[in-house]
């Protein structure tokens, strides 16, 4: 079993920074990609960006926050992070992360099996 609890969401103005944690237990096996994925009101659920864990620290970004977002992990504390920079308003939503095990971690939520509960991350304009 998995579980994530994620960190470091709040209210920032835009062009600000913030950065999310996500704390990981279990196997490590069993969440070799690990990923943050967000969903605003009234819209479906984006895929940020993803982490092999597992081997080679491989990321994925969508195309929204490349050069602004950058995931990375702590593999002895068991944690991913997500620094974003350069927020927008367009950026506000709550956060999940996400971990499966897989041999390549994509950017689409269905293909996750264990979520943590959310962080909101709110960016004024």
């Known amino acids: 079993q998995v579980q994530l609890v994620e960190s470091g969401g709040g209210s920032v103005q835009a062009g600000g920074s913030l950065r999310l944690s996500c704390a990981a237990s279990g196997y490590p096996y069993i969440r070799n990609c690990m990923g943050w994925f967000r969903q605003a009101p009234g819209k479906e659920r984006e895929g940020v960006a993803v982490i092999y864990t597992g081997g080679d620290g491989s990321t994925a970004y969508a195309d929204s926050v490349k050069g602004r977002f950058t995931i990375s992990q702590d593999n002895a504390k068991n944690t991913v992070f997500l620094q974003m920079n350069s927020l927008k308003p367009e950026d506000t939503a709550m956060y999940y992360c996400?971990?499966?095990?897989?041999?390549?971690?994509?950017?689409?939520?269905?293909?996750?099996?264990?979520w943590g509960q959310g962080t909101q991350v709110t960016v004024s304009s």
């Open positions: 996400a971990a499966v095990s897989a041999l390549a971690c994509s950017l689409r939520g269905l293909y996750y099996q264990y």
